[in-house]
């Protein structure tokens, strides 16, 4: 996910991000009732770094010479993803577009009874939209922890301004953290694509999901790629294998209250955040937020990943 970061600049601003904080305004999302059991849900999270032929910024954002041939690219492996699971049985499907700017997707190419999350900000980041009625989650395009030295555009959130996230103690990559956001919720992901060191790093946390290796790292900036069509092939078939064994997967959770702690590169952040009563200092880069839940260690993650104080309507 690109990066959306928090530029607290005033104590007027941080006065009302007290206020916003200590009131309880900032509600987990509610959670629908599970459906009944003869419906088959599925979310499919969709980031782009981990998408094959993807390597450095020319094909991530707008302003990129390579991002529009990207976000079709990035559509397809998401396409193969939603063929597959409906191939399975997938009676409702949710996607989520969650690189950048969160408007990377190509809509019009879905199927029609697919809905699609779109934009930011929104409760769940990510996940949002996730509910405990949904049987399985797939992460598409996802790539390496910002404290991974080997994977391509390897970030935790932000790659401009995060150094470490980490959970209870533990650090940990996007695909983890939405990993026990959706555990939180009773629902198991049970397939991701990415680059061979994401795919490695996700395996060791979550156990053996299945998985589809859509490039090779070879530095942060460097790849040897599959094609787009053979990496939306595998993708396929990926997703075809995880339904086939759908009862191997079992959701993966952290044991609440959620202590988040997450180290800026620079200091400033972490020196203002520390103004909010509900955060703690841990060192001159990182700030400590214990959280009921992962819904709540989520919209604090997503807060200071969206807040600035130049936000117009």
Known sequence: ???????????LTLAFCVATFGSGSLRPPTHAAATPATKLKVYISVDMEGV????????????????????????????????????????????????????????????????????????????????????AALFVGYHAATTNPHGVRAH??????????????SGVTEGEFNAAYAGALGVPVIFASGDDVAMAE?????????????????????????TPD??????????KAAFERLHDFTPYVVKAPITLEITFKNYTPAEMLSYLRIVERVDSHTVRFVGKDMA??????????????EMTP
């Open 1 to 11: 996910m690109f990066s959306r970061i928090c530029k607290a600049t005033s104590v």
């Open 52 to 135: 094959a032929g993807t390597v450095t910024a020319d094909q991530l954002s707008p302003s990129g010479f390579e991002y529009e041939r990207f976000r079709r690219f990035m559509t397809n492996e998401t396409l193969a993803a939603v063929q597959a699971a409906k191939g399975a049985g997938a009676s409702e499907i949710v996607v989520s577009d969650s690189h950048g700017n969160g408007e990377n997707l190509l809509i019009e190419l879905f199927p029609a009874d697919v809905r699609i999350v779109r934009s930011w900000p929104r409760h769940g980041g990510m996940m949002a939209g996730l509910d405990g009625s949904f049987v």
């Open 296 to 309: 709540e260690a989520s919209d604090f993650i997503d807060f200071i990943d969206s807040y600035s104080a």
């Open 202 to 226: 996700l395996k060791s946390r979550l156990g053996n999901l299945e998985t589809v290796e859509t490039k090779k790292a070879l530095g942060f900036h460097s790849a040897e790629t599959l």
């Open 156 to 169: 935790t959130f932000s790659s401009a301004h995060l150094a470490k996230v980490t959970l209870n103690g």
């Open 230 to 239: 053979a990496a939306s092939e595998r993708i396929g078939l990926g997703v």
